[in-house]
Nanobody, 124 residues
Framework: QVQLVESGGGLVQAGGSLRLSCAAS????????MGWFRQAPGKEREFLAT????????YYANSVKGRFTISRDNAKNTVYLQMNSLKPEDTAVYYC?????????????????WGQGTQVTVSS
């Protein structure tokens, strides 16, 4: 069982930056690939970024490539999402998730555990 708690969301102006954190419980955190997703009101959940168990491999959605960076610290059981050059269309609830596989994956059905989400609002 893995429990995930996101933090770091908030209100930021367009062009600004935020860093989201996701703290995981459980001794097997380092064996899971991790991912970040978001969901805006009235829209489907969207994949953003994923990282493999060691942090050596990452994959991004085109919508955030070059602006967002995913990283992890297995010693701290934490995964991060650094978000730069934020746009109003980035406004959403952001979720981290733990996959039952060790390789990076964009497929939401690979993810077994989800956090409760953190709100990110980007003002124009």
């Amino acid at each position: 069982q893995v429990q995930l708690v996101e933090s770091g969301g908030g209100l930021v102006q367009a062009g600004g930056s935020l860093r989201l954190s996701c703290a995981a419980s459980g001794r097997t955190f380092s064996s899971y690939a991790m991912g970040w997703f978001r969901q805006a009101p009235g829209k489907e959940r969207e994949f953003l970024a994923t990282i493999n168990w060691s942090g050596g491999s990452t994959y991004y959605a085109n919508s955030v490539k070059g602006r967002f960076t995913i990283s992890r610290d297995n010693a701290k059981n934490t995964v991060y999402l650094q978000m730069n050059s934020l746009k109003p269309e980035d406004t959403a609830v952001y979720y981290c998730a733990a996959a039952g596989v060790s390789f990076p994956t964009a497929r939401s059905y690979d993810y077994d555990y989800w956090g409760q989400g953190t709100q990110v609002t980007v003002s124009s």
